[in-house]
């Protein structure tokens, strides 16, 4: 059992959330106290409690996030800075943000703001885009410039006491040593090394694992299990640390975290300055909390068992020439041996790795090492590279070492090229032989996961290319900084905006009114409800073909296990045929679509156990066919679904062609991005006397109902329902969710218990619907000024394997025009059957694929043309009163003035000329800047929302129930604040209910963006409703405080509750009003690479008069930086055999993290603007940034154009791929050995 099981659903303590249980999202994070066994002070860390094993913390202190501060007992500094901040939206990965920040004080309380920055490298925030949450944090710091500043009270660190001494803890209860029998296993934690002997010579006959932070199960999942588990903490020869003029020993239980500390401490002594770079080096392996908890000999056992594991600490320590300990205990003997050879040759059954020793090198040895990531942190390599290099009089004194991680199981060292480089005297020549000598001799695994072989072999010369560059010392100023590696100063943010105070509270800059909840853990999500009595636990059994028939469903094997109770299928439902559009069936009957396709449920005693016999359900497939798995592939095999190809034409585009100066044609294709919320899917049915209280996490309860009801045949009142809050949802919660509703209602009403439906994040991933992809070809014709006459585009869009995808080929082609004014258009839509799940909207479906393909072509357009970018885009912006692609006309369109204002406030004219120059100036480094556009079109779609608000008659409290989802946009604080302005009350006089089937029945999907600025108008209309009924009693007593007018207009028998639907009315043709936004975007590539970094966005967007700018701002910063992702790093990756998503973990699917926003980013909302067309003046402002961000892409592909000039005099455009992967930007240039100078 891990801890963080222990404390969810033993101790209750469901502060601590979870996630991945892979140590790769954090909200886990609990902090741990304890005398380690090689200090006399108490050290408190943050750890991931999903991979810590719960005997190995006996004695320990565990801090909670409810336990350092609550509602109750008053809030914690950290909990307090973040809601002030607004770094919590959602609330699901709040937690363990404040726990990482909780160790991280402990650790170092006159902390920098640099130390904080690289302190949150395995937390994951899907909502914020970060900033708010690091502006927070470094408040705590004694050196940023953040207003509010304060460092920590030292008092607040230490607030657990020992419940059992009432002390601080003292750290000696975890010193004991333990033999144990957990569920039939055996469980030692010996105290010295001839104990540990003992141990394993007693179970040599066993499968026996050591371990000692268990961290390698967030990667290697199925090693296990094991009859016999060794705890190493206690060990104490494991910790030493000897430090000698001529080598350093660390033992081998020795921490990463600590590591990281004596390299630092050790770095500036003669002969250990390579320190400096593993450091640094270090600092870029796993995550904070994973080096915390993980050891040196753990990560180097875990490449000795698993070759192929890009190990860094191996990399850097093989190429340094360390050695290794290790114990024998049959011999009870110890023994030194190179690292090479402890990981080639030696058997480690019965040997235990006891210390790792670096030796001191000579004084002209060159140290460097390199990792190379899909994103800045947390991620494993696509190579890692370790080069030591004597050398003096620009010559190789003797034989280098070069070791190379990630490019086969067998590849260490990299051997022709050493022997090549030994004793060579550096020249461009040989500089060049040495790139294409290393090139030829890699031969990298090729792997689905992995990057190609082509671009590691490539990466990998790059990077000793890169050294060597260093090492001549090149006198040629243009490639240089070809040597150096990007260099990431600490981020900052600014922010300017407009408060109305004449409609205070409504229009204020307030944090959201529940993040102090969301903060301390006391926010309940359907997961932390606590367990009814006789519940169930149940999961999927998926399908794991893409394309079958189905001969027979068989769960015997599940249905053996004890504890797991009964397996449901389609043909225990009373009705099959499902409401849910993308998903024609609940469980698949006869044939399969693709591989994650639900084929039955299995409930059982624990969710460990459902999980488990899910698996063991066994299907005979008929026949197995390939599925289909790319757009390509489905137009070759004749799988367009024909009905739903889509055409507009626009002008005379026939005509057009004729009269353009020049035209550019060219293709742009988009991956499929999973949304990536930090509550996976979870839903509660709970048999009541009269039906089922559905508690959902769902955008659409309505949906929910509907389907909950519809699957055992009975009537939608049969079905109560709740949405308590929802752990992000960006569209995700909008459809799939009634699968989940569905089938646990189908589970509670066939076994008469609660049943508990809670999606681990592989089933998640693989089961549930994406972003689709997209495949277009344009053409576009334009005058020699650059004003773009006519359009042409032919898309194909992955809509999976039912027709209802194709909504998207419709939805996206209403925004190709984006911000720019074509006369001419004929577009192509095409809806592609794939065996996928039917794709579903992720946040602003349409805008993010138009905004690629629609920016992509005015780059074109400005490259063939030799201008800016800027320039062309500008001379095409939409004028006030144009008619734009959809048939609306464009009342008060502000793109042109956020424009103007942007570029001036940007300084984007100077900062084109400063990158220019600097472009001139460096080959290996180049800068791209770029201005994109976003008009998002909004529609109040749907019936309405409802809202019903009831005043306390006896204190005047305000209670609101409404129909709208929160789910981090901030839309119970927009209510409370609409409600507090129309009565004048004080906002923390307001509670804002979930949302309720009983209360709010009817719902239209909280999605779109539209749902906070209904439910809040909706709210209005009810207070309104109230205020007229009070007003009587208020004229009669003018003077009476608001209490006493609520206790008379109760006396007077007023009804104190009042409901009001805010109805819908559609715009025409559908559209009712345009958010306008516009960004800056400029980053910097290194070309040898393909490794950038943003260096400043700038963001100027009309929201008309902010209902909050706050929370509006928030919104502009998560959209963005999920569009960085969306753009950058994610896709999904299929087997092409099976149809199965290969990286359905955070492993191997990777989306931004703290050090992948930009570096300076400053937003500004457009004043004095109101919108005549929205509710109360305001815009919505959910999803229109996210398609902004595509300018990190077209920014990057500028810099890379600058280089491919630079190198071929090539003046090409490069065709757009997204996400524009590190892999994709370096592969675009094309490098080989010709072109690097020295
Ligand atoms: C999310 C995540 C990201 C990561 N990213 C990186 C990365 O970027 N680069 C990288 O290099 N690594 C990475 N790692 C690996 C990480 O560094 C290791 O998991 C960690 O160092 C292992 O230490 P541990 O003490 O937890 O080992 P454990 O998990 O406790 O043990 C690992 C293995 O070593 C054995 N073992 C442990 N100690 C000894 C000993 N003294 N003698 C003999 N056998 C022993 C165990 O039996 C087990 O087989 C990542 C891990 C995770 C979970
Ligand atoms: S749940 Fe532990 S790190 Fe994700
Ligand atoms: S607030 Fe961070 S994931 Fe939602």
Not at 208 to 215: A, I, P
Not at 376 to 390: D, M, R, S
Not at 953 to 968: K, L, N, P, Y
Request: proline share 5%; with cysteine; aromatic share 8%.
């Amino acid at each position: 059992m891990s801890l963080n099981e222990y404390l969810r659903e033993k101790a209750g303590l469901k502060g601590t959330k979870v996630m991945c249980r892979e140590a790769g999202c954090g909200c886990c994070a609990v902090t741990v106290s304890h005398l380690p066994t090689d200090s006399n002070t108490v050290k408190t860390y943050s750890v991931q409690s999903c991979l810590t094993p719960l005997y190995a913390v006996d004695g320990w202190q565990i801090s909670t996030v409810e336990g350092i501060g609550s509602q109750r007992d008053g809030f914690h500094p950290i909990q307090e800075r973040i809601a002030k901040f607004n770094g919590t939206q959602c609330g699901y990965c709040t937690p363990g943000m404040v726990m990482n920040m909780y160790g991280l004080l402990h650790q170092k309380p006159n902390i920098t703001a640099q130390e904080v920055e690289d302190n949150f490298d395995g937390n994951i925030c899907r909502c914020t885009g970060y900033r708010p949450i690091l502006d927070a944090m470094k408040s705590f710091s004694e050196d940023a410039n953040i207003p509010g500043r304060k460092a920590i009270d030292i008092e607040d660190l230490n607030k657990n006491l020992c419940p059992k001494t009432g002390e601080t803890c003292s750290g000696n209860c975890g010193s004991r040593s333990l033999d144990l029998e957990i569920s039939g296993a055996r469980w030692y934690r010996p105290l010295t090394l001839a104990d540990l002997g003992k141990v394993m010579k007693a179970n040599k006959d066993k499968k026996t694992r050591l371990f000692f932070g268990n961290t390698s199960t967030g990667i290697y999942k199925n090693d296990g299990p094991f009859d016999v588990y060794v705890d190493l903490h206690r060990v104490k020869e494991l910790f030493s640390f000897q430090a000698t003029d001529t080598n350093v020993r660390l033992g081998a239980a020795t921490t990463l975290t600590q590591f990281l500390e004596k390299l630092r401490g050790h770095q500036e002594k003669p002969g250990f300055k390579c320190f400096s770079q593993v450091h640094k080096h270090l600092k870029v392996v796993a995550n904070v909390m994973v080096r915390n908890a993980g050891s040196i000999g753990g990560n180097l056992m875990i490449k000795h068992n698993h070759k192929d594991f890009p190990s860094d600490i191996f990399t850097t320590l093989e190429a340094a020439g360390a050695q290794v300990e290790i114990f024998d205990t049959a011999s009870s003997a110890k023994k030194t041996v190179p690292l090479l050879e402890f990981m080639t040759s030696v058997n480690m059954s019965g040997k235990v790795l006891t210390a790792v020793i670096l030796p001191r090198l000579a004084d002209n040895v060159v140290y460097r090492t390199f990792k190379i990531t899909p994103r800045w942190q947390n991620a494993h390599a696509y190579v890692n590279a370790a080069f030591k290099i004597p050398f003096a009089d620009m010559t190789v004194k003797g034989q280098p070492s070069i070791v190379l991680g990630g490019i086969s199981a067998d590849t260490i060292h990299a051997k022709k090229t050493e022997t090549f480089l030994a004793n060579k005297k550096l020249s461009a020549a040989v500089v060049k032989e040495a790139y294409s000598t290393l090139r030829d001799e890699l031969v990298p695994t090729e792997s689905p996961l992995e990057s190609s072989a082509k671009y590691r072999k490539e990466l990998a010369s790059g990077l000793l290319y890169k050294v060597l560059l260093g090492l001549c010392g090149t006198k040629n100023p243009k490639v240089r900084t070809g040597a150096e590696d990007l260099h990431r100063p600490v981020s900052s943010g600014l922010q300017t905006y407009q408060e109305m105070a004449r409609e205070f509270p409504l229009k204020h800059a307030l944090p959201k009114v529940t993040s102090t909840l969301q903060a301390s853990g006391e926010a309940v999500f359907v997961n932390d409800m606590p367990k009814f009595q006789q519940e169930l636990f149940a999961a999927f059994a998926i399908a794991d073909v893409g394309s079958a028939i189905i001969g027979s469903i068989d769960p015997s094997e599940a249905l053996k296990i004890p504890g797991v109770t009964h397996f449901l299928s389609a043909k225990d439902t009373l009705c099959n045929d499902f409401p849910q559009p993308m998903n024609p069936e609940l469980f698949a009957t006869k044939e399969v679509f693709y591989a994650g396709q639900p084929l039955g449920l299995v409930l059982a005693e624990t969710q460990p156990l459902a999980i488990e016999a899910a698996k063991k359900v066994k299907v005979n497939y008929s026949k197995v066919m390939t599925p289909i798995l790319t757009v390509e592939d489905s137009l070759a095999r004749g799988k367009e679904f024909e009905s739903k190809r889509k055409t507009t034409v626009i002008g005379n585009p026939d005509d057009a062609w004729k009269s353009v100066d020049h035209t550019v044609e060219g293709t742009v294709s988009m991956g499929s991005q999973y949304h990536f919320y930090m509550e996976t899917q979870v839903t509660l049915a709970v048999p009541s006397e009269d039906g089922i209280d559905l508690y959902a996490s769902t955008q659409n309860s309505d949906l929910c109902q509907f389907a909950a009801s519809r699957v055992i045949d009975k009537p939608m009142h049969f079905i109560n329902i709740t949405v308590p809050r929802v752990g992000g949802g960006f569209g995700g919660k909008s459809l799939d969710t009634s699968t989940l509703a569905a089938a646990a209602s189908l589970g509670a009403y066939k076994t008469k218990r609660p049943v508990r439906l809670s999606l681990d994040l592989s089933s998640n991933m693989r089961m549930l619907g994406k972003r689709p992809p997209y495949k277009a070809t344009y053409k576009a014709g334009f005058t020699k000024e650059g004003d773009v006459q006519v359009i042409e585009v032919d898309y194909m869009v992955d809509v999976g394997f039912t027709e209802d995808g194709s909504f998207f080929t419709t939805y996206s082609m209403g925004y190709l025009d984006m911000c720019y004014h074509v006369p001419n258009w004929k577009i192509v839509g095409k809806s592609m059957m794939t065996n996928k799940r039917t794709m579903v909207a992720v946040r602003a479906p349409g805008s993010v694929p138009a905004a690629l393909i629609s920016e992509s072509i005015f780059e074109h357009v400005a490259q063939a043309l030799g201008k800016h970018s800027t320039v062309v885009k500008e001379l095409n912006l939409y004028s006030e009163k144009q008619t734009d692609l959809t048939g609306h006309v464009l009342n008060n369109c502000t793109v042109r003035e956020l424009w103007r204002r942007l570029k001036d406030v940007a300084e984007v004219d100077a900062r084109i000329r400063q990158i220019n120059a600097f472009n001139q100036e460096n080959q290996w480094k180049k800068r791209g800047i770029t201005m994109t556009t976003c008009k998002y079109g909004m529609c109040y779609f749907g019936a309405g929302h409802g809202a019903t608000v009831t005043i306390f008659a006896r204190d005047g409290s305000v209670q609101i129930s409404q129909g709208g989802v929160e789910m981090g946009q901030g839309l119970y604080t927009k209510v409370a604040q609409g409600v507090a302005h129309i009565l004048g009350v004080p906002l923390d006089n307001i509670k804002v209910r979930p949302n309720q089937g009983v209360i709010s029945p009817n719902s239209v999907v909280s999605g779109g963006s539209v749902a906070s600025e209904s439910s809040m108008q909706a709210a209005i209309g009810a207070a309104e409703i109230l205020r007229e009924r009070m007003k009587p009693i208020k004229e009669k007593f003018p003077d009476a405080d608001w209490k006493t007018l609520c206790e008379k207009s109760n006396a007077s028998k007023i009804d104190l509750t009042a409901r009001f639907l805010n109805e819908h009315r559609m715009g025409s043709p559908y559209i009712n009003y345009h958010t306008y936004c516009v960004a800056v975007t400029e980053t910097e590539v290194d070309v040898l690479t393909g490794e950038s970094q943003i260096r400043r966005v700038d963001i100027m967007a009309d929201y008309g008069e902010s209902l909050n700018p706050m929370i509006d701002i928030g919104q502009t910063e998560g959209g963005f930086v999920m569009g960085l992702g969306n753009f950058a790093s994610e896709d999904t990756i299929f087997d092409s055999k099976t149809g199965q998503i290969l990286n359905d973990g955070t492993w191997n699917y990777k989306p931004p993290t703290t050090k992948d926003i930009p570096i300076d980013w400053r937003i500004h909302l457009l004043p004095d603007t109101p919108n005549p067309s929205g509710i109360r003046s305001s815009k919505a402002t959910g999803e229109p940034s996210i398609a902004l961000s595509v300018g990190g892409l077209l920014a990057n592909k500028q810099a890379l154009q600058s280089a491919r000039k630079d190198l071929f005099g090539k003046e090409d455009f490069i065709p757009v791929v997204a996400p524009f992967t590190v892999e994709r930007a370096q592969q675009s240039v094309g490098l080989n050995e010709s072109l690097l100078a020295v």
